[in-house]
């Protein structure tokens, strides 16, 4: 089971405070790209919350998730700490790729999580590999890929559908439209009404759901994951969603205008869980209150852990190329070992 | 390719430098236009192509869905039936997804056909790390091409090689990559204003003359080998030249520099091992051996891939405190 899940009133607190945390995540990488403390790019989960969450609450602790570039939200949906995800985000050496891989490629392959990942549509078949490995030892587990809307347009997400299907390995395959692909609108580059359309080619059901439900999203990734794990193979769910940010951090989004952000924005999904607790009688305000500040701390505590943790050494960019030393590199890991008064690493 | 008479110059970085050369391609000829992902309104994520949406439409400067397999090979299939597409191949990492057509359908069509066709598809994309965008969006992956036979691979250093380097890959009947490196776009210089200006495939330019030792660098690392040359002037001699064109490659201005220095750096931002310096490098012991005084020297990424944090990325990947310390282990 997973640590939560949306069949009990304590689990429904539960996802809502991982959306909470998953947003004040990414606010916070957000304020810190802008003020120039991150390098490089991130790509930021807000507004899509409720897909990440739905998805891993319907999963076990031990099933595997391969994300995507906006990947943030998934690792903390799967319950990766966000001080190591800070730190990584920072460059730091215990970052949860040791400052090696930064926003894009944060992993935890322990904890099932295969990696963000730079390469659009790479996801899917990792997800098939690591079903193909659940298979061939027997283990009760199952497979999440995520991808986006753009990605269903990359050959390799097809192919590994279909490997999927044809092999009957207990994968799901979870696509979070959000309506573009960078700056290109979802009807630009594709010509189905619904991107789920696309598992009819590959012999598998596809359901589209309402991705600013987390519940919505559960429902859907259970049932694909009953029928993966009763050996019928795997299911496509796409998951309707937005992102209130830019494609990136600093994307001026001449794209869409802010009226059309506004619009989603109605249908916050953590806004609209939140009302349905309370009106479940399952949350007050002053205990969502109460949680909104410790998810903030938690933020703050990370970030504060990040500017604090010590940056890499050098050398260790040399390490990890190859489960052995090579001599091609070794060499060069001893000069900067060298460099650095005597090798005090 | 300097015409006869005055030769007239505007100041522009390698970025406009690059648009030029695409807006004056399209306006030359109805037959050339451009597919990518987000190069039209959204301008290029590097902002490389810019407006040229607004003056030549989405038919001419095509937004394409996430699909590099696909649009790499529709683009080798336009190129064999009449047209002269240009592709943006937004990180040259990604050439991983579309390396199937780019090696088995675009490099071999011709030859395996007899000649019964031409390929005139230019690709275009950036590469490169300094920018901390980790280990699949800043690979240096020119050697790739440059190794496999019927591409051919350039690689501008300069805004004046980066215009006509461009303008020569479109007017090519050829497959040509363009090797944009993403750290010197506003890097700026003199560059030609005639639109019939083109820098022939083939040949390398000398940056600078120099006496003691030669450093052969590409994209970035010309920039950063200038640098040093002028900080070593009056002590060192230091001639700079940038390869400019990768495949084929100028063996004749290596070999004439190397025989009048004796000495050779290879400054190249691939990794060390199996690449343009290798190449380089034997081409100059092949025809210059008896030249050389010393050891030639590799200035490159050792064989890691780029990672993500500043001081690591900043260790592995070569700048102009190699070139120098190269320069000094061998003068
Ligand atoms: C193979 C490949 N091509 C292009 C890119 C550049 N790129 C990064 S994200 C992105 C858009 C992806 O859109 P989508 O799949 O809908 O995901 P979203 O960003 O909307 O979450 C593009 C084109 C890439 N990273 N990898
Ligand atoms: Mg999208």
Sequence with gaps: ?345 | MAQAGIEQTETMTVREAIRQALREELDRDDDVYMMGEDIGDMGGVLAVTGDLIDEFGEERVRDTPISEAGFVGAATGAAATGTRPVVEIMFSDFMGVSMEQTMNQMAKMRYMFGGKTEMPVTIRTTEGGGMGAASQHSGTVHAWIAHFPGLKAVSPGTAESAKGLTKAAIRSDDPVFVFENKMIYERQGEVPTDPEFTVPIGEAAVEREGSDVTVLATQRLVGDSLDVAEDLAGGTSVEVIDARSLYPLDTDTIVESVEKTGRLVVADESPLSYGIHAEVATRAMENAFFSLDAPIQRVGTPDTHIPFSPTLEDEVLPDGDDVREAIGRIT
């Design chain 1, 1 to 345: 089971m997973s640590d939560y899940t949306l069949d009990s009133a304590e689990g429904r607190v539960e996802a809502l405070r991982r959306m909470l945390t998953i947003r004040s995540f990414d606010e916070t990488a957000g304020e810190r790209f802008a003020d120039g403390e991150i390098p490089g790019f991130v790509h930021l989960y807000v507004g899509e919350e409720a897909v990440g969450v739905g998805t891993c609450a319907a999963l076990n602790d031990d099933d595997y998730i391969a994300s995507t570039h906006r990947g943030h939200g998934h690792c903390i949906a799967k319950g990766l700490n966000p001080k190591y995800m800070m730190a990584e985000l920072y460059g730091k050496a215990d970052g949860y790729c040791n400052g090696k891989g930064g926003s894009m490629h944060i992993a935890d392959v322990d904890a099932g999580m295969l990696g963000a990942n730079g390469i659009v549509g790479a996801g899917p078949p990792m997800a098939t590999g690591a079903a193909l490995s659940i298979d061939y030892q027997g283990r009760d587990q199952v497979a999440v890929g995520f991808l986006g809307d753009g990605a269903v347009a990359q050959g390799q997400v097809h192919e590994a559908v279909n490997l999927a299907s044809t092999w009957n390995l207990p994968a799901i395959f979870v696509i979070e439209n959000n309506r573009y692909g960078e700056g290109t609108p979802v009807e630009q580059q594709h010509n189905v009404d619904n991107l789920s359309d696309t598992a009819a080619a590959h012999g598998i059901p596809g359901v589209t759901v309402d991705g600013m439900d987390v519940t919505a999203v559960a429902e859907a990734v259970e049932e694909a994951r009953k029928r993966a794990r009763a050996g019928d193979g795997p299911t496509m769910i796409e998951a309707e969603t937005y992102r209130y940010r830019g494609h990136y951090e600093g994307d001026e989004q001449v794209y869409r205008d802010e009226d059309e952000v506004e619009r989603w924005r109605e249908q916050d999904p953590i806004a609209s869980f939140k009302e349905r607790l309370i009106d479940r009688g399952e949350l007050t305000e002053a205990v969502f209150e109460e949680m909104q500040a410790e998810a903030q701390a938690t933020i703050e505590n990370a970030l504060a852990y990040a500017k604090e943790a010590d940056d890499p050494h050098p050398s260790e960019a040399y390490e990890d190329m190859f489960g052995d030393s090579v001599p091609e590199i070794e060499r060069f890991a001893q000069q900067a070992t060298a460099r650095t008064d005597g090798g005090d690493h």
